[in-house]
């Protein structure tokens, strides 16, 4: 039987996740810990495991998500594609960054895990022309409308995004409502406000959702 530790405890209040994964997460925490270059600035534990660990999934909690290739844009320390990763072993992610040596790193915490189904790209989005993403994720990466125009190449026609974002969306909405609409997506928005405050903003193809709110939520 596995024994829940203090940070896991802290995870298991808001998602299940399997003795593996808490394994896994746990020797990721300490490759980031030990790494010689600054790939994030949250490096106390407590904080790492709820803002980084379980932020980059808690959109699970509340959304199903029907994919089978993810692309992750910007994914600097490795967030959210590693956890993406973790969480869904049957799927792939792309985790795209144009810091050589931020994919390096990540590269080797990929091997390190024995993830088989995480792949780190080191290019800007806009130069691949040989990866498609059923959902495109960005974390703190850019506006909504810079992200959308910039993964073109790497969408296809039932694509869908997933944008983690603070409090002030509404101004990013407004930016790129005609852009949004000429490509035919829907928006919505799940506002979290425990444990942490985020914005999960998705964007669906009118023709296709990939990303939807669950009936029930505990």
């Given at each position: 039987?596995?024994?829940?530790?203090?940070?896991?405890?802290?995870?298991?209040?808001?998602?299940?996740?399997t003795p593996e994964q808490y394994i896994l997460f746990e020797k990721l925490y300490s490759m980031i810990a030990d790494t010689p270059i600054n790939l994030t600035r949250i490096t106390a534990k407590d904080d790492f495991y709820l803002k980084h660990i379980l932020d980059s999934i808690y959109f699970i909690k509340y959304l199903d998500a029907d994919f089978q290739t993810g692309i992750d844009v910007g994914t600097g320390g490795g967030f959210p594609g590693i956890i993406l990763a973790i969480y869904f072993r049957n799927k792939n992610f792309y985790l795209v960054d144009s810091v050589?040596?931020?994919?390096?790193?990540?590269?080797?915490?990929?091997?390190?895990?024995?993830?088989?189904?995480?792949?780190?790209?080191?290019?800007?989005?806009?130069?691949?022309?040989?990866?498609?993403?059923?959902?495109?994720?960005?974390?703190g990466v850019g506006k909504v409308e810079e992200i959308l125009?910039?993964?073109?190449?790497v969408s296809h026609e039932t694509?869908?995004?997933?944008?983690?974002?603070?409090e002030n969306i509404d101004s990013e909405i407004n930016t790129a409502i005609k852009y949004i609409k000429k490509?035919?997506?829907?928006?919505?928005?799940?506002?979290?406000?425990?444990?942490i405050l985020r914005s999960y903003l998705y964007f669906n193809s009118a023709n296709y959702i990939r990303l939807r709110r669950k009936k029930n939520i505990d």
């Open positions: 039987m596995y024994i829940l530790k203090g940070k896991e405890k802290v995870l298991n209040k808001y998602l299940f996740f050589k040596k931020k994919c390096d790193f990540v590269a080797k915490f990929i091997a390190e895990l024995g993830l088989k189904n995480a792949y780190v790209v080191n290019s800007r989005v806009e130069n691949i022309k040989d990866i498609k993403g059923d959902i495109i994720f960005s974390r125009r910039l993964t073109k190449n694509t869908a995004y997933l944008f983690y974002k603070g490509r035919g997506l829907i928006y919505d928005n799940i506002r979290v406000q425990e444990p």
